[in-house]
T-cell receptor, first 117, second 114 residues
């Protein structure tokens, strides 16, 4: 199988603080990971593509200075929400890419619920 | 840019009844198409995918989907729904070629009545 974990599963932080979310591929190596944001009852919105050993590629409209992504190893990517505000409260989901070309598949983590008070 | 439309926000079916969830996409070429299921507390799980070849795709848990190019559709079907199928279902389209990024539809919440 291919398992992706996220830590923490939920976090509450105060406005103005930073919070780090970890995404790990447990049984495979992933050169590419993705970070999504999901609002209640809405779809997943791709925030950025994280590539091991290089800078993340952010989607249009996503503030790269606010959502810091680090893909330090082939099994770990982190998303840091800096100076969090209540509007950053959301469900953050990561995925890790396994395979190449026509045989690729994204494996998703269980998500992290962030609440900013 | 590619887009995915799931016209049904909520669907309720009786256990044992058949199910069809609709998905339409907009893309200039033949896309990579996916159906995922999301259950509370769990990550999205891939039900099936279409890249090329046979337009009728079989997936896990008894699901199947049919790619219809003329209708730009990729509807998900199951002949007999089980109560455990209650969940949120997402259709997604991936870019052919590089990027491997997925664009998701807004999801369909399936409720199963016993």
């Amino acid at each position: 199988g291919a398992v992706v974990s996220q830590h923490p599963s939920w976090v509450i932080c105060k406005s103005g603080t930073s919070v780090k979310i970890e995404c790990r591929s447990l049984d495979f190596q992933a050169t590419t990971m993705f970070w999504y944001r999901q609002f209640p009852k809405q779809s997943l919105m791709l925030m950025a593509t994280s590539n091991e050993g290089s800078k993340a590629t952010y989607e249009q409209g996503v503030e790269k200075d606010k959502f810091l992504i680090n893909h330090a190893s082939l099994t770990l990517s982190t998303l840091t929400v800096t100076s969090a505000h209540p509007e950053d409260s959301s469900f953050y989901i990561c995925s890790a890419l396994k395979g190449r070309g026509s045989s690729y598949e994204q494996y998703f983590g269980p998500g992290t619920r962030l609440t900013v008070t | 840019a590619q887009s995915v439309t799931q016209p049904d926000i909520h669907i309720t079916v009786s256990e044992g009844a058949s199910l069809e969830l609709r998905c339409n996409y907009s893309y200039g070429a033949t896309p990579y198409l996916f159906w995922y299921v999301q259950s509370p507390g769990q990550g999205l799980q891939l039900l099936l995918k279409y890249f090329s070849g046979d337009t009728l795709v079989q997936g896990i848990k008894g699901f199947e989907a049919e790619f219809k190019r003329s209708q730009s559709s990729f509807n998900l079907r199951k002949p007999s729904v089980h109560w455990s199928d209650a969940a949120e279902y997402f259709c997604a389209v991936g870019l052919t070629g590089g990027g491997n990024k997925l664009t998701f539809g807004t999801g369909t919440q399936l409720k199963v009545e016993l």
